[in-house]
Structures are given as structure tokens and as C-alpha cells.
């Protein structure tokens, strides 16, 4: 089964990224990948469990017949003197014995293979349900009115005081005594060199690492834009609508606040295209706005964003943090928390989180920290 797995593991590696097997031409480099896989190692294993359940199966039609035989033939050779000789009384008897445990001999043999391969799924089984927990309750999750104003407190949306965190309970913590807040209205940029803990920030607000020490709260819904956006296998209205009613003024918004208009003209059937698995048929760029017409169509209180300036271009990325991310955009009466290398944007942030080595080395107002942008990423 392992070795399945690992072919069935290529397999669908090639196949996501089919366009760029075929553009760079490595067709002949998968396939010999593939069938080395297969014929080294998948079949040679497929061909010893084939001789091993005939040779099971062989000895299992014998059997009977060997117990048989053997029985008689010890009884035979054996002291019968307390027993009386061989007769036909004894050895119909015994056939009879013998023909009520004929089923279970031969189909003994036969059950070890499958017992071997159910042992194996068991084991899956049990490292999947012994799998650690995620604690729901590490993050304090309330409700929240953005309708109703309250007091200063109760406008921070996103909150982190003192917290650790690591991925699993073995490992070292990745963040350290990160303290961090998101208000109303507030965009937050979280800035620092690649690896220094900017998506693990953004996992630690989700719930999705486990949390050492310190305190956590999300006021209100969350919207999530990841790294690498999901697109489901159906039309695009569909990946954006996401089971929400339609609105057609507001769809229309969100369609030309990312920058998806051009895009959906020149697809077959507009937005009613189905996009295939994954998105297969969109580019990076286009699976990122879809994925941020999602989450901004969700009208959530809290908008989290993995880095999605990156994937798409300068003119585009302009377009998106006008008409989105910032003072002007759709999500300017919202929390937002966005990690970004883009630092061309940082001026029109409300306020910076600076993290290196999963340590918050500097926050504040965007003028006060724009002032060490040298820093950054030193």
C-alpha cells in the first residue's frame, strides 16, 4: 500500500500541474518517474503477494487432505493398544470431524493477506483519531455589532497579549511573546522578511497552532484570504457567492473592486464558467482575486490576508489595494490584518506590526515606524 501510495502521490502531482509539465515539455521525465515506481517497486511487492496467496492457496486445498492423511498414518504407526486399532467406526468418525474443520483450513490461509492490509488501515485509523486536538478554546471568540459603537476596548476586533505559540507540542515555539491588536476600521500591516513568522502570526489569530501562554480574542466573524487560495470545482459566481444569497449591486462591486471584470468577459460563459478542479483552468493571479472576492462577498467583521498582493501584478495590485485594501476601499469599515513584503503600500496603513525570528521587534502608527523602514528587512 505504500508504494500506491506513492505512485498515486505522483500521479496527482503531475496532474495538478499538467500545464506546466506540458509547457516545459517534461512528459518523458514524469513517466519515467512514474513507471519506475510501478515496475521497481509496485509490482515487483503486487508479484510477491501474488505467488505468496498461491502458494497459500495451494497449501490450503492440501490441507485438509495432509491432516487426513497424516492422522491416520500416526495413528496407525503409533502405540494403539488403549485405543483399539483403526477401524471404520474411528475413521468415519473422524472424517466426519475433519470435513466440519475443512472450511475454516482452507480459508485460513487466504485471510492472513487481508488481515495484513486491514492491520495497515487500522494503524491510519489510529494515528488519524490519536491525532492532537485543535483546543477551540485557546481563542476567545465573541460576537460583535458593527452597527452599534462602543467604547475604545470594545472596537479592537483582534487581540493578542503575550502570546506563544508552536504548530505541534513537540516543537519549539515559532512566535514568542507576540503582542498584538486590530481595531474598527483599522488596517493592520504585519511586515518582516520571509520565514520571520508572518503567516504563523496569521494562524495563531485562526486557532490553527497550539498556544503556549498568553491571551487571544476575535470579536466578530473572520474572512480568510490564504497564501495559496482554494478554488472549488464549480462556476466562478459559485467559488465567489459561497452559498451567500445573490446580490446583484453588490456582486457587481466586488467583481470590479478586484479587478475580475476583463477576466470574466473573456471566459466562455462569463461567470457562470465552471472553473474545473481547483481552478485548474485560472491563473495564480485570477484564483487569488476569486479567492478575495470571496471573502470580501462574506461581509465579515474581520478580514485576515496571507500575502495576496503577491500574486498578481503591480498594475493590478494597485488596483486591488485602492479599491480594497485601503482607506477607500470596499473593506474600510472593517478590521483588517494584512501580511505583506508589498512596502510600497505602508503609508497608507493605519499601523505596522515589524516581526523577525517570530519576535514583534517593532509596532505602532505607520508614520512612527516607517521611520526604521531600513529595518525591515536587515
Excluded at 178 to 206: D, F, H, P
Aim: aromatic share 8%.
Amino acid at each position: 500500500m505504500g508504494y500506491r501510495d506513492k505512485r498515486l502521490g505522483i500521479m496527482n502531482e503531475v496532474l495538478s500541474g499538467i500545464r506546466i509539465v506540458k509547457l516545459y515539455a517534461w512528459e518523458h521525465f514524469f513517466i519515467k518517474r512514474i513507471n519506475d515506481v510501478r515496475v521497481m517497486l509496485e509490482l515487483v511487492a503486487i508479484k510477491r503477494k501474488g505467488v505468496i496467496q498461491a502458494l497459500f492457496s495451494f497449501v490450503s486445498v492440501l490441507l485438509p487432505f495432509i491432516v487426513s492423511f497424516s492422522t491416520f498414518a500416526l495413528y496407525s504407526l503409533a502405540d494403539n493398544k488403549s485405543h483399539g486399532p483403526l477401524n471404520s467406526q474411528l475413521v468415519f468418525v473422524l472424517l466426519a470431524l475433519f470435513n466440519l474443520i475443512k472450511k475454516p483450513l482452507t480459508l485460513g490461509p487466504t485471510v492472513i493477506p487481508e488481515l495484513l492490509e486491514a492491520s495497515v488501515c487500522f494503524g491510519r485509523l489510529y494515528n488519524f483519531l490519536t491525532a492532537e486536538e485543535i483546543d477551540f478554546t485557546a481563542i476567545e471568540r465573541a460576537p460583535y455589532d458593527r452597527y452599534e459603537t462602543g467604547t475604545d476596548t470594545e472596537d479592537t476586533l483582534v487581540s493578542i497579549q503575550g502570546g506563544t505559540f508552536k504548530w505541534l507540542s513537540g516543537d519549539e515555539p515559532v512566535l514568542r511573546d507576540v503582542s498584538v491588536q486590530c481595531k474598527r476600521n483599522e488596517l493592520l500591516a504585519v511586515v518582516g522578511q520571509v520565514g520571520s513568522g508572518k503567516s504563523s502570526l496569521i494562524s495563531a489569530i485562526l486557532g490553527e497552532m497550539i498556544k503556549c501562554s498568553g491571551d487571544v480574542a476575535v470579536n466578530g466573524s473572520i474572512a480568510y484570504v490564504p497564501q495559496i487560495p482554494w478554488i472549488m470545482n464549480a462556476t466562478l459566481r459559485d467559488n465567489i457567492l459561497f452559498g451567500s444569497a445573490y446580490d446583484e449591486e453588490f456582486y457587481n462591486r466586488v467583481i470590479k473592486a478586484c479587478a475580475l471584470g476583463q477576466d470574466i468577459d473573456n471566459l466562455s460563459a462569463g461567470d457562470m464558467t465552471e472553473i474545473g478542479e481547483r481552478g485548474i483552468t485560472l491563473s495564480g493571479g485570477q484564483k487569488m482575486r476569486v479567492s478575495l472576492a470571496r471573502a470580501i462577498y462574506a461581509r465579515a467583521d474581520v478580514y485576515i490576508l496571507d500575502d495576496p498582493l503577491a500574486a498578481v501584478d503591480a498594475h493590478v495590485s494597485k488596483h486591488i489595494f485602492t479599491h480594497v485594501l485601503g482607506p477607500h476601499g470596499m473593506l474600510q469599515s472593517r478590521a483588517r490584518i494584512l501580511a505583506t513584503n508589498a512596502l510600497q503600500y505602508l503609508n497608507s496603513v493605519d499601523s505596522i506590526a515589524m516581526l523577525r525570528d517570530g519576535n514583534i521587534i517593532e509596532q505602532g502608527l505607520s508614520a512612527d515606524v516607517m521611520a526604521h523602514q531600513g529595518e525591515i528587512f536587515t
